[in-house]
């Protein structure tokens, strides 16, 4: 579903974010989590810092997975500028 939006270049509410990120939280799937980030980020979503830090409290990630939240929250802030 996430990349219908990326494909027909619509940008997804936070509400849509929020619901997407509730429902891979309930089939407990990290990497589809990050994938979300990283479309918010890519987005440039003022929401992306706010997911990246539900996914991190709520995800079991690796140390790898939590650098590569924290690089994509740093690409989003800094395309804010």
Same mark, same amino acid.
């Given at each position: 579903?996430?990349?219908?939006? =990326? %494909?027909?270049?619509? $940008?997804?509410?936070? @509400? $849509?974010m929020?619901? !997407? @990120?509730?429902?891979? %939280?309930?089939?407990?799937?990290?990497?589809?989590?990050?994938? @979300? !980030? =990283?479309?918010a980020?890519?987005?440039?979503?003022?929401?992306?810092?706010?997911l990246?830090?539900? !996914?991190? =409290?709520?995800?079991?990630?690796?140390? *790898?997975?939590?650098?590569? $939240?924290?690089?994509? $929250?740093?690409?989003?802030?800094?395309?804010? *500028?």
């Open positions: 579903m996430l990349e219908l939006f =990326k %494909k027909h270049n619509r $940008v997804p509410s936070d @509400l $849509v929020n619901e !997407v @990120l509730n429902c891979i %939280k309930q089939s407990n799937r990290p990497d589809q989590a990050l994938d @979300l !980030v =990283k479309l980020a890519n987005f440039s979503l003022q929401s992306t810092s706010q990246a830090g539900r !996914v991190q =409290k709520e995800f079991p990630l690796s140390e *790898e997975q939590r650098i590569a $939240v924290d690089d994509m $929250v740093a690409m989003s802030s800094n395309s804010d *500028e």
